[in-house]
């Protein structure tokens, strides 16, 4: 097993016929994801990498009976593709797009809970579960198949981390995105990845801002029951500066590192410092 | 994105929320002018993109014509936080009855609007937060049915002891609200908001954050912008895709994706050095782009080494190393480069920087440990 995403995904690429859409298509079709359909509007009848196109999410669910939707659409129309991926019935939706205003993300992500979908992202590298599918933009390369669960606010530490993973593989990987507001956080993984009982370790990768590692370290206490290691980026970042993600300052001395760190040794999640201790320390509780 | 407290009042003020009388200045002729039209005393209040001016000494009284003009002219010469004061605002002096905090933010974990208000105004309200979280009164706003009478009802008949207050408060706070979300805001607040002499409420001061990501459908906010208030690098950086951030180290660093760019900075600090810089090249790898980020980030003096750490995955680490050999050429590099290029073509990257002297590390701590003891051996 694995989570969110299989074998059984059947995927939609919303703004399939652009530049990232058009090339993650192929990449992601190449690594063996089983994608039915695009969704370009005005574009019907194309066909991207052998992918047919359609004018809306509605038309494709229903000519493909299609469960998962990744988007690629620019940060104006990303609201918009979110609710109407919600409305056509798709339950887990992947918002790649950086740059999407909060209070569209704000909306979309009350939809979708009333509609009982799921949104990844927005601003995340999506999902892989390693030889089953990926819905992201994510180097296959970094990943191979195995046991630990990862989960990351970050693009491309994630890989970084995943690929000093590989001597024990990884179950999943999910990139949750560096907004401010995202769909899917730390704890609706935790719980997925404590509950898939072919996850054997989890790797929570954090980053300065917000609460939501305090969260994830309460969550661990009280429900999970594997080994848990944390990492968090951001500590040498200077307070009120963006570093990079929306999410991602340090406002009114809430949201520091240290802050994270601590509450992450104070539940017993082990604290790596660097990537390359993790292929130690996965040994050290995996043999 | 921030704005400055005068520009937000002018918002306020056209949305029709109460605010005192008042002009802005640029220098102590102008703010004598104003203080004219508005009649004495006046406050002069520094007009600077960071909080804490009033205990630096940005916010004074003056009585008479010729105290506006010298107060002013002190206030000009000011720097707060590192800001230089270039503006001041002339308000009038108002009679203060009580003091109040009303603000709308984003609540991360909620996912929605939060409005928040407590009767400990006027001071840091992260410190009332933190040290007397009972004295805010907040409520989570629906994003779909926005601010509902009822809830707004309930805040003001639990700042207020008199009731009498609640259609002003109400009419105040869904306007503030109406801002919040007609212009994209990330965080719109009234502190102190104030009930005056005269038993009405007045918005003293005004904060308005607008959201970065929605700057693309405000222009009005983009017009607000005052770029003298930031980094001149950090501008340039910005305009050609990068997000650079200077700081006070000497290893200079160029990493795909903020993420990763934070926890190289961490690394170096980790192995004894100071990072120079925050930058993520993002997902694009044109040499032209590698070629600028090395320039920015020479533009700093203090650089004594540059580490180079790449994941690829979009970005192709060939391209990368290609953009390295050009800005070699390009930007007369004095200080040793060491780079980390892993993934997407990482073989092809080392083959093409096999002759040239920017330096190959296999890890990230092997790059991060390389670049601290090159920039160490420089001083």
Redesign the interface.
Known sequence: MSILVDQNTRLIVQGITGRDGAFHTKMMKEYGTRIVAGVTPGKAGQEVEGVPVFNSVQEAVKATAANTSIIFVPAGFAGDALLEAVFAGIKLIVCVTEGVPTLDAIKAIAVAQQHGARIIGPNCPGVISPGKAKVGIMPANAFRPGVVGVVSRSGTLTYEIAANTNEFGQSTVIGIGGDPVIGTNFIDCLKMFQDDPETKAIVIVGEIGGSDEEKAARFVKEYVTKPVFGFIAGQTAPPDKRMGHAGAIISAGTGTAQEKIAAFQAVGIEVVYEPEELEDKLNSRLR | MKIHEYQAKEIFSTAGIPVPREKVACTPEEARNCAEQIDLPVVLKAQVLVGGRGKAGGVKIAKTLTEVETVAASILKMEIKGLRVQKILVSECVDIKSEYYLGIT?D??A???VILASAAGGV?I?EVA?NTPEKIIRAEI???LGLLPFQLRNVSLALFSEPRLTPEFTGIAQKLYRLF?ER?C?LIEINPLVITGKGTLLALDAKINF????L??HPENEALRDLSAEEPTEVEAKKAGL?Y?K?SGNVGCV?????????T??????YGGE?AN?L?VGGSSSPEKMALAMRIILSDPNVKAILVNI????TRCDDIARGLLIAQQQANITVPVVARL???NAEQAQKILENSPVLWAK???QAVKLAVAKAQEAK
């Open positions: 984003i991360r974990a996912r929605k609007p840091e992260e933190k629906d994003p779909l979300t994209d990330s959201d970065d990501n929605a693309f459908r997000s951030i700081l990493v795909n994706g903020a993420g990763l760019a934070m926890a900075m961490d690394l170096i600090k980790r990072p925050f993520d994941f690829g995955g979009i892993a993934g997407t890890t990230m701590t």
